[in-house]
Structures are given as C-alpha cells and as structure tokens.
C-alpha cells in the first residue's frame, strides 16, 4: 500500500510517518524534513506552481492512498483579512496558490494515472471556513474564499471519479487546529483543550482516511471527529 503525501507542515510529516506503519510513503515538500524512516522517501520541490508539483511527482508509483495537507493563512507580508478594505489581489493570488491551485493539480496528476480497477483513498485537508453553509462570522477573505473554491473543486472531482474510477474515494477534510506555523498567531485566544498535536491530528485525519473514506461515501466533507461538515 503506497501512500502519497502532499505538504512539509506539521500535519503532512506527522502523517507520513503514521502511514509508514501501513507500506511506503512518498513525501512532497518545499522545506527540508528531519524525518529517518527507511519507508519514507522524501522528494524536494522548489514551489507548489502547477507544473513544478506535477513534474515532481511524475516518476513516484501508483497511490493507494493520498493525503494533500497544504495550507496558507498567513505569512509575513499577508494577514488574514478582517474587512474588505484589508484584501488585495496579491492576496487572493496567494491564497489560490497554495490551498486551491496546489491540490488540484496533484488531483490531475493522479487522475490521469487511474484507471477503474484501481482502489484510492484520497483526502484533502481544507478548512470548516471554507464552508459557505457555515460561514456566520465573516472575515479572512482570501483563506475563506481559496478553501471554499477547493471544496468546490474537490466535490467536481469526486462526482467524475464515481463515474470514472468507481474504486476511488475523494473527500475534504478539515483537521481542527493543530499546532503549527499556520495556527500559531492564534493559539492564545483558544478554549482549553481545543488544540491539537500534531501526532494527534494525524491519528485523527488517518482514522478518517482509513476508515470513513470509501466509494460509498465518496465526495463529503469530513471533520476530524469523523462527523460531515456542511459545504
């Protein structure tokens, strides 16, 4: 069982070696990872841009299970927004980078892999404020809208793969806050208890992957607890 990850975060190293356990594990990643496990194999890429991340992944075996955990919130030149004067295009363009434009393209790059006998399970990791169901709250114009585009993207491609790779199984996901770089501006004004490990939101992002995800209930959004979000 091959296992692909997409991401050099928290959440995308504490689930390759989760998924180490389960066979070999092939790891995307922009930054360097100190990971020593002789099931994973860690591949550099110098930018998430559409076709740097499908070159990367061109010679890597054929995925039984893919996990895409990638995100942008913020970074030193970009806070999240909280009115509308606070957006720029630079902004959005960012934003759709990485948490829209990212998953899509490795989505493409395995798609044009498949073919109907083969099993997949595949989760990408989104975000509860890319629901517009649930948005009550306002605010962080470009994550919200950039999340919510690849929850839209992501059910598109779920729906094709029932007709296309009725074996596949393709679901967003949303991990909870986890700590790491993303989540740290934000810790403080958590309730107790609420946030995560980064061990522990892998045990749960992989209890969901392995055990919530199959043709069946292809093309929902999941929570970390293994409840469905609304879109």
Not at 144 to 149: T, Y
């Amino acid at each position: 069982m091959t296992t692909w990850i997409i991401g050099g975060g928290a959440i995308a190293a504490a689930t390759a070696q989760l998924a180490a356990q389960t066979g070999p594990v092939h790891l995307l990643s922009r930054r360097r990872l100190d990971i020593e496990d002789e099931n994973i194999t860690i591949h550099p890429v110098a930018s998430w841009a559409w076709d740097d991340v499908q070159r990367a992944l061109t010679d890597w075996p054929k995925p039984t299970r893919l996990v895409v955990a990638t995100g942008m919130l913020w970074n030193d030149d970009q806070k999240p927004e909280k009115r509308l004067e606070d957006l720029s295009a630079e902004a959005l363009q960012n934003a759709f980078l990485a948490n829209t434009l990212l998953p899509m393209s490795v989505l493409q790059a395995v798609s044009a892999r498949l073919t109907r006998q083969d099993p997949l399970q595949a989760l990408i990791v989104t975000a509860k404020v890319g629901s517009i169901a649930d948005n009550h709250l306002g605010g962080w114009y470009a994550y919200r809208a950039s999340k919510a585009a690849a929850n839209m993207l992501i059910k598109n491609t779920a729906i094709e793969w029932q007709r296309r790779f009725p074996k596949a199984a393709l679901a967003a996901y949303h991990p909870g806050t986890t700590d790491s770089t993303l989540s740290q501006p934000f810790q403080a004004t958590l309730p107790p208890g609420q946030l995560k490990t980064p061990e522990k939101a892998a045990e749960c992002l992989w209890s969901v992957l392995s055990e919530r995800l199959t043709p069946e209930t292809t093309g929902q959004f999941w929570h970390w607890d293994g409840s469905e979000l609304p879109w």
